[in-house]
């Protein structure tokens, strides 16, 4: 029976868009492609959330890999990059409906420490039983570790947990440690009709 529900944040609350920021702050499609490549594709981006790093630390450790005259729009990329985070319509109102229906719901997300500045944005951290941040605890999804430390955390048995994800490959390792998993494809209605029936 699943009691719980553990969502995900980039693209299942939130729009994570990097397009958004490199369009509004790069002059020309050689400086997108250079920023893109070395700060949202590169390794200080998972060092951010596995918490080795400070999400402001970023920018200092990638501008060394890109040439000065962009620096200025990795600068605005790097520590404004959160303006693209709004909550996806309907976010808010499947929350809201999870929560009457009487299922816990949590959070579970890979994300920098930058993640308690925007969240708020959707709902207030108290609204959800339990908001569990990768840099926070120095692990990552897909591991299974995070995954065991997250139930251990909240005293949750996986079976009764639905985890919802945008990753397939983050759904899989929930999956291998007992979750009930779903792959987000945008539809909140179809997760609605599936915890109706379940529940019927």
């Known amino acids: ?29 050689e400086e997108k492609e250079i920023i893109r490549k070395e700060l949202f594709d590169g390794p200080e981006w998972l060092m951010g959330d596995r918490g080795d790093i400070k999400d402001r630390e ?4 990638v501008k060394v890999r890109v040439p000065e005259n962009h620096h200025e729009a990795l600068k605005n990329c790097a520590f404004k990059w959160d303006l693209c985070m709004k ?5 808010e109102e499947f ?3 999870v929560k009457e229906r009487g299922y816990g719901i949590y ?30 605890h120095l692990m990552l999804k897909p591991a299974e570790k995070i995954y065991r430390t997250f139930l251990e955390k909240y005293g949750l048995n996986a079976e009764e947990c639905l985890f ?19 792959v987000f494809d945008g539809d909140y209605e179809k997760i609605s009709a599936f915890l109706k029936g379940f529940a019927d």
């Open 1 to 29: 029976m699943i009691k719980n529900i553990v969502l995900d944040m980039g693209n299942v609350l939130f729009d994570y868009n990097p397009d958004v920021i490199l369009n509004m702050f790069c002059s020309s499609d």
């Open 95 to 97: 929350c809201r409906t």
């Open 164 to 182: 919802i994800d945008d990753g397939e490959e983050n759904v899989e390792g929930a999956k291998a440690v007992g979750f009930n998993g779903w």
């Open 87 to 91: 909550p996806l319509p309907g976010a």
């Open 107 to 136: 959070v579970l997300s890979n994300a920098s420490d930058l993640f308690y500045e925007y969240f708020p944005r959707l709902l207030p951290l108290d609204f959800f039983d339990g908001v569990f941040v990768s840099s926070d």
């Open 58 to 61: 970023r920018y200092d450790l």
